[in-house]
């Protein structure tokens, strides 16, 4: 390993990345890839090029049994969520998003918008985003009908809004009625 090393933190840096790429054959990749913070650990094996990631500190070490806690024999909790939904063996969309506890969140709200509501993947990405904070707050983007808004008032969530959750981006396969593939649409994130 390298040494770590000193370095100026960049505040406003992003640390995950989220792509999907498909190819003409049908095949499609769906990866999310984070560090966790600026240049992760700050440690790179020697002769790979690739930085470790620092996942860890987002960990309790409080031995309080909750997901979170560090313990001998236990995983950490991975917020990454690459997604892609299938139809009949055949990829039908892939998609994911940079964030942090948000993404699983983001993901998971683009599936449903697309599954449960028909929308496209340019629809799904640019419905507005709910997500849940550890500190008890659930963020909204602007633009949440304000029904909703309501209701989750009224069932006693802390709200507060902001502009954006996560910045989720995907890919849509377009099959003709025989089900035949006949192209994609590529939707960047925002």
């Given amino acids: 390993f390298y040494p770590p090393f000193d370095f100026e933190y960049i505040s406003d840096a992003s640390n995950t990345t989220h792509f999907v790429v498909a190819d003409q054959a049908g095949n499609m990749v769906s990866a999310t890839l984070s560090l966790g913070d600026v240049f992760g650990s700050k440690l790179m094996p020697a002769g790979t090029g690739f930085w470790m ?25 991975v917020m990454d969520s690459p997604m892609m939904l299938f139809k009949n063996g055949q990829p039908v969309a892939g998609f994911g998003s940079p964030g942090g506890g948000q993404m699983p969140q983001v993901a998971a709200q683009v599936a449903l918008n697309m599954t449960d509501f028909g929308k496209s993947i340019s629809e799904a990405l640019a419905e507005p985003m709910v997500a849940f904070d550890p500190s008890g707050i659930v963020y909204y983007e602007e633009g949440l009908p304000e029904a909703v808004v309501e209701n989750l008032q009224y069932m006693g969530h802390k709200l507060a809004s902001t502009p954006r959750i ?25």
């Fill in 166 to 190: 996560g910045r989720p981006a995907g890919i849509e396969v377009i099959y003709d009625a025989n089900g035949q593939r006949i192209g994609y649409v590529a939707q960047p994130g925002n």
């Fill in 53 to 77: 990631n620092n996942g860890a500190k987002f960990a309790t070490f409080e031995q309080d049994e909750t997901p979170r806690d560090v313990n001998p024999g236990r995983e950490r909790v």
